[in-house]
């Protein structure tokens, strides 16, 4: 299993920008789909975006396509997410979660499908 660590959360005002930040460690990074998911008080957990292992494909939510960007850098075992234009209903809880299949060919964007989760790092948006 991978072990992961968000960063990079805070309190912000509408239209800004913050970049999340997600460290693994334990099992091999380089060849497992990543994604980003959030939960808001009182919602269910949401996705948000995807990348896969090689970083040729990335899948986003309607509601982020086009402000957020998912990016990864195998060398250092971190997965990114530079969020701009952030709104106040982008405020939740944001979490990163490992494919638990090694070079899967295919992205998913299930919550069901992803088995390693960090903790969290909570992103607040002020209007």
């Known amino acids: 299993q991978v072990q992961l660590v968000e960063s990079g959360g805070g309190l912000v005002q509408t239209g800004a920008s913050l970049r999340l930040s997600c460290t693994a460690s334990?099992?091999?990074?380089?060849?497992?789909?990543m994604g980003w998911f959030r939960q808001a008080p009182g919602k269910e957990r949401e996705f948000v975006a995807s990348i896969s292992w090689s970083s040729n494909k990335a899948v986003y939510s309607d509601s982020v396509k086009g402000r957020f960007a998912i990016s990864r850098d195998n060398a250092k075992n971190t997965l990114y997410l530079q969020m701009n234009s952030l709104k106040p209903e982008d405020t939740a809880l944001y979490y990163c979660?490992?494919?638990?299949?090694?070079?899967?060919?295919?992205?998913?964007?299930?919550?069901?499908?992803?088995?390693?989760w960090g903790p969290g790092t909570q992103v607040t948006v002020s209007s």
């Open positions: 334990g099992r091999t990074f380089s060849g497992t789909n």
């Open positions: 979660a490992a494919d638990p299949l090694y070079g899967r060919v295919t992205l998913r964007i299930g919550v069901e499908h992803y088995a390693s």
